[in-house]
């Protein structure tokens, strides 16, 4: 049986919303199943989040941004996160992940559901411990039923992918605690996990019962998003056997949850240096048999703090190049703080920049197509056909808005290039 087949949820979204999608790619719709059923593409969408508009990821459908919002223990006000939810999708977020791990978690996401019309993504494992930890007990004390109970839960809310740390073993968590890395585990989940492994000398419940997580998934047609627990969080520690066996183990994963019915996408590397970026990716999406593959930037450099998204946006412009089909979004705050409305839209600007930037190398034709509708504005000084094309119109409007009446910019007035070469009389 094909993927389709097996998945009845996932059949109910194509047929309702194949041709559009088919259209808004730019892609036929065999090519599309074919890679749906190859599992180098997946289509992102829950029937029971209400309003969804599905989106499709992996390389040739657009390269997409997400957006991480949430609560956390020193910042939890869900009105600030409606107004960050609106400020992202209004940046071009094409998803937004849920990472709350304060308040009242089953309430703000299904608020996010019934507000939010692009795929919500969430990490189940934050909900789980956080009705322990708010008790005052060790996370080691999960009981792994728990968590299977509120993937469930939220599969059954309306989420639409979630991030899972199914390929972090025991041996791998040990590796990456105590085998000498600079920074140890950086992933919130994958120490989590890594904490109970090690605390219990247990294996992960995620790879040990991961048919049982098929079952729910595929329900709902909920995307696996094979987490990446041990992801370096330093440059010096990119490349390690810890980051590698997980990278091999989410292959496998991968490869039996799609003969199973259910698609999954592969979380990619966070911090490594700017010379080691292409060949982890063509690596990781080789390892994973080309599944689509889902980057934290990649950061190049440690030490941009404050300007985190511009280091991301480097590597993931790289990135793209190399072959990721889906950029996390930065934003200033990542290492500092909880990130304000003007973090959101500045992390989405940076990541669609980068993946602008990728999918111009590529060759890809809607980016080309792009780049060449400025060019022709631009020689024309029509600033509405510059605004077109701009990724971001709203800069480009406030910037110019006090010299909205001239031609040509504040810059360089009589003084434009553009203008100098006319074959018209020059004044003054």
């Not at 020193?74 to 209004?90: F, G, I, Q, V």
């Not at 073993?169 to 085998?179: E, V």
């Not at 000498?180 to 000398?201: H, P, Q």
Request: a negative charge; one cysteine or more.
């Amino acid at each position: 049986m094909s993927l389709l087949e097996k998945n009845a949820a996932l059949r109910g979204l194509w047929e309702k919303h194949g041709a559009a999608l088919a259209a808004e790619e730019g892609l036929s719709p065999e090519s599309i199943v074919a890679a749906l059923e190859a599992g180098t593409m997946v289509l992102l969408g829950n029937p029971n989040h209400p309003g969804l508009k599905p989106i499709l990821v992996g390389q040739p459908a657009r390269v997409k941004v997400n957006a991480n919002l949430g609560t956390s223990p020193l910042s939890n006000c869900p009105t600030t996160e409606a107004r960050k939810l609106k400020t992202a999708l209004d940046a071009g977020a094409d998803t937004v992940m849920d990472l709350s791990i304060a308040g009242d978690l089953d309430e703000l996401r299904a608020g996010m559901l019934r507000s939010c019309p692009v795929p919500v993504g969430t990490v189940p494992m934050y909900a789980a411990a956080q009705k322990i930890l708010d008790a005052d007990q060790d996370v080691a004390t999960l009981n792994p039923d728990d968590l299977f109970e509120e993937i469930a839960r939220q599969a059954r809310q309306g989420v639409d992918f979630m991030t899972l740390h199914c390929g972090l073993t025991r041996r791998g968590a040990d590796w990456a605690a105590n085998g000498g890395r600079a920074l140890g585990i950086v992933s919130r989940g994958g120490s989590i996990l890594a904490r109970w492994m090690l605390e219990n000398d247990r294996e992960n419940p995620l790879l040990e019962q991961f048919d049982r997580l098929l079952e729910i998934a595929r329900e709902y047609n909920v995307t696996l998003s094979l987490g990446d627990g041990l992801r370096p969080g330093a440059g010096v520690d990119a490349g390690d056997a810890a980051q590698w066996e997980e990278v091999i183990t989410l292959g496998r994963l991968a490869r039996h949850a799609l003969e199973e019915g259910v698609q999954c996408m592969i979380e990619g590397p966070g911090h490594m240096p700017l010379h080691q970026v292409d060949g982890q990716i063509r690596g990781i999406k080789k390892l994973t048999h080309g599944a689509p593959l889902y980057v934290l930037g990649p950061l190049t450099v440690d030490t941009a703090a404050g300007h985190d998204h511009i280091a991301g946006a480097i590597g993931g412009a790289l990135g793209v190049v190399a072959g990721v089909d889906f950029l996390c979004y930065l934003t200033p705050a990542e290492h500092l703080t909880l990130p304000d409305e003007a973090d959101v839209r500045a992390g989405v600007m940076a990541s669609r920049v980068a993946a602008q930037a990728g999918e111009v190398a590529l060759g890809t034709p809607r980016a080309l197509a792009r780049e060449k509708a400025m060019n022709v504005a631009r020689k024309a000084l029509d600033w509405d056909g510059m605004a077109a094309a701009a990724l971001d119109p709203e800069t480009l409007h406030r910037r110019r808005e006090a010299h909205k009446h001239e031609d040509v910019c504040a810059m360089c007035g009589k003084f434009c290039a553009v203008k100098m070469l006319r074959m018209e009389k020059q004044g003054g």
